[in-house]
């Protein structure tokens, strides 16, 4: 971003979504000095717009695929569970593009422009005639050509995702700087107010979007959110002057091979007895990132940083000798595997949201006021008040008092936040395994009225206790992911946390068809055609369990983490005992 403005006159920059609580308004004049960073004003409307179609989307697909498609529950469910999944997966390719060749800023415009396609096929789907699902109504059977254009356009919308969501939230972030104290403090309330506005635009999505879908036309939804995310399209592109950028540093991945060969070509060297002998350039000579100090862990990639020969030429090779901050960055990595692994379970939880738990309201009453209906989807709505509640009451009161009480300045440090979501998410599974069972009474007793009898709002409490453990895991697992992984790969970080969820969609589409074929075997499966021939209630108690399980493990995983260690001063040895005590100072 430039420095200073001459000759400029901005009328007004809106924020509507704040950075750390506050509303700037910029007015630049002749010869006046720019603000140090800007609150992202752009980038939150367009992280906005996406989410409204995201969550317009994700929300009512098991819907639209029994409804329209008309494939059967179990069908429908893996279907949802594998778009989402790849939609949170692809972030990895998305991320790594990002860091290393085009740039985020150029990366989200292009990821934007074929999201915009995506949905612009979606609407053409209903419009043009030939592309329609059914010429009668109602529609038994949907033309073929119609499934083929349905899928290839929430694929394309994936792909746009892929490319989207882990450079737009970094690059959000990348307006604040690591090195001032301030801005600091400013990117760490940077996370939950970008989720507050990313809650913003899920509430549209579940409640306009969904009631217009559901009373107008789907057609009209898809217009609706093209318009949407083509406004905010060319928003993010008009404040383009003012932004932060990051160069691509090229691939974040051969540094780390480099390491890899490096230790393993010094394999029988000796330690050295001070790890200040190891090899290390000064903070002048860095020229992308931030140094950082050395950790006793995993010391056989320290072997990569001992100088064997005072020759020069063995310097000036990367893949026989590399700087301490080069293996410390390696280790980085190494260290957030275990982490990803142990929150793959709450991906698996939280994959049910929005499929069953969606389902469960379609077989429900959902008539209140007037006669008035509320769609399906909507219930999801919860979840954004529950986040936007936790998120608030997190920013605004856990955190003032526990940085008095610790002295820390995150309040409590990003591990202990994710795990504290964990608890919430077993709350969730047994809530849900509970109404469930009540369900299934009402049908048992009544099968012809069967669950219509029973409020919708019976599942208010597991929509409520996700959306507030939301606040709390998926907002850490954010946080966690930019922060700790090395500073040349921050988008791939973001497609770290994205990854959870992705890969926790798969892995539930994989135990649902396991246990459909053991149970069937015995007996019955627990997914039957409909809701009302399966068991859910029992799935709920399972996957309840293996959250449970899952917090032990990550438990002790959290309690053994080490955190990024940043030089402040020039190249000493910085032992893990004086690494901040709950969080990277990054």
Not at 358 to 376: L, T, W, Y
Request: some cysteine; charged content about 15%; aromatic content about 12%.
């Amino acid at each position: 971003m430039a420095s200073s403005v001459t000759s400029v006159f901005i009328v007004v920059l809106y924020e509507f979504m704040v950075c750390d609580s506050e509303v700037i308004i910029i007015v630049a004049v002749q010869n006046m000095i720019v603000i140090d960073h800007i609150l992202c004003t752009t980038i939150t409307a367009i992280e906005f717009s996406e989410r409204l179609s995201y969550f317009g989307i994700a929300t009512s697909l098991i819907i639209y695929l029994t409804k329209v498609i008309h494939e059967d529950l179990k069908s429908a469910a893996k279907s949802v569970n594998y778009w989402a999944g790849v939609t949170t997966l692809i972030p990895f390719f998305g991320g790594f593009i990002a860091d290393a060749y085009l740039g985020r800023f150029s990366t989200v415009l292009v990821s934007s422009i074929i999201y915009l396609l995506g949905l612009i096929l979606l609407s053409m789907s209903w419009f043009v005639p030939s592309l329609k699902p059914c010429d009668t109504h109602p529609c038994l059977e949907p033309r073929k050509i119609h499934e083929v254009v349905f899928f290839l356009a929430i694929y394309m919308i994936s792909i746009g995702t892929g490319g989207h969501k882990p450079s737009l939230e970094s690059f959000g972030a990348d307006q604040f700087d690591d090195d001032h104290t301030e801005e600091r403090k400013q990117k760490m309330s940077y996370f939950n107010w970008w989720n507050f506005g990313l809650c913003c635009g899920l509430l549209l999505g579940v409640t306009v979007v969904v009631y217009v879908q559901d009373h107008v036309s789907w057609g009209v939804a898809d217009i609706v959110l093209m318009a949407v995310m083509g406004t905010s399209l060319v928003i993010f592109i008009i404040g383009r002057p003012f932004y932060r950028y990051r160069r691509p540093t090229g691939s974040p991945l051969t540094p780390m091979l480099q390491v890899l060969v490096a230790a393993i070509g010094k394999r029988k060297l000796p330690y050295p007895s001070d790890p200040a002998q190891l090899y290390e350039i000064s903070q002048s000579e860095k020229v992308h990132g931030r140094l950082l100090c050395h950790t006793n862990k995993l010391k056989f990639l320290d072997k990569a940083a001992i100088i064997s020969t005072e020759n020069s030429a063995e310097k000036q090779n990367p893949w026989t000798l590399a700087t301490v901050t080069k293996v410390e960055e390696m280790k980085l990595v190494l260290n957030i595997i275990p982490i990803w692994l142990a929150t793959l379970p709450f991906g698996m939880c939280v994959a049910q949201a929005s499929t069953f738990f969606i389902k469960q309201g379609v077989s429900m009453n959902r008539s209140i006021a007037n006669g008035f209906e509320i769609p399906p989807a909507s219930i999801y709505s919860l979840a954004a008040i529950g986040m936007i509640i936790s998120v608030t009451f997190y920013e605004k009161i856990l955190v003032p008092v526990m940085r008095r009480t610790t002295g820390n300045e995150r309040g409590i440090n990003i591990l202990q936040r994710i795990g504290i979501g964990m608890l919430f998410l077993i709350g969730t599974m047994v809530a849900a395994a509970l109404v469930e069972k009540k369900r299934l009474g009402i049908v048992e007793k009544d099968p012809l009225k069967s669950s219509h009898s029973m409020s919708v709002f019976w599942l208010a409490p597991q929509f409520v206790i996700i959306g507030f453990g939301d606040g709390f895991t998926l907002v850490g697992l954010q946080e966690y992911f930019y922060d700790q992984v090395p500073d040349s790969m921050r988008s791939l970080g973001i497609a770290f946390y994205l990854g959870v969820i992705g890969a926790g969609n798969f892995l539930s589409s994989l135990l649902i068809t396991a246990i459909d074929h053991i149970t069937e075997k015995r007996g019955k499966s627990w997914f039957g055609k409909d809701l009302n021939s399966s068991r859910l209630d029992k799935f709920y108690w399972l996957l309840a369990c293996m959250a449970a399980a899952n917090l032990c493990v990550y438990v002790f995983l959290a309690r053994r983490y080490s955190y990024k260690n940043v030089q402040k001063v020039a190249v000493v040895d910085c032992y893990e005992g004086e690494e901040e005590k709950g969080g990277s100072l990054a």
